[in-house]
């Protein structure tokens, strides 16, 4: 089991800003896999779907970025998955526009 973590802010402020970058790729992801509805839970919306036979969870945490980490702690926690299966996507301002890392 993996789980991919999108990270973003909630509200309309932060709605299609570079800031929520996170959010826009687990959407994507999630309509890829495709993914079941997300759930509230973990303060954040949580998702499941399959990829090569694996299930993979995606979690959008509700908080603000400064706050996500109790989110995916907690997710992590509930499922017993190691650092290694943990994939968290995010903006990150020290690189270029359009520049994935």
Request: glycine share 10%; aromatic share 6%; with cysteine.
């Amino acid at each position: 089991m993996k789980l991919v973590v999108g990270l973003g802010n909630p509200g309309r402020r932060y709605e299609a800003t570079r800031h929520n970058l996170g959010y826009a790729v687990l959407a994507e992801l999630a309509r890829r896999l495709p993914a079941g509805l997300p759930k509230e839970k973990f303060h954040g919306e949580l998702a499941d779907g399959g990829l090569a036979g694996e299930k993979v969870l995606l979690l959008s945490p509700l908080t603000y970025m400064n706050r996500s980490g109790t989110s995916v702690r907690a997710a992590r926690d509930f499922f017993g998955l190691p650092d290694k299966d943990l994939l968290v996507v995010c903006d990150d301002l020290n690189l270029p526009l359009a520049r994935l890392r």
